[in-house]
């Protein structure tokens, strides 16, 4: 509990009052980084899962178009 002080009519000092704030919002600003690290990390994934899935379906499109290239069968 603060002191009580008498030339303010909270009974709390100008600067106790302003740390409070501060202090609060630096507690915001660093919520909102982590949580917008978060949706990069997100982003991120979806980027590298879209990727990965597109180079696979352009490997199974050239397979179906040109088996006999891609995969190369022994005459029996």
Known sequence: MAPIHPSHPQGVLPQE???M???SACAAL???L???GCAVVAVADV???T???TGKTVINVLDA???DI???KKKD
């Open 70 to 72: 891609v995969n190369k």
């Open 17 to 19: 009052i302003f740390v």
């Open 21 to 23: 704030k501060f202090a």
């Open 34 to 36: 982590l949580l917008q």
């Open 30 to 32: 660093m919520t909102c």
């Open 51 to 53: 990727v990965i899935y």
């Open 47 to 49: 980027v590298a899962s």
């Open 65 to 67: 178009v040109t088996p």
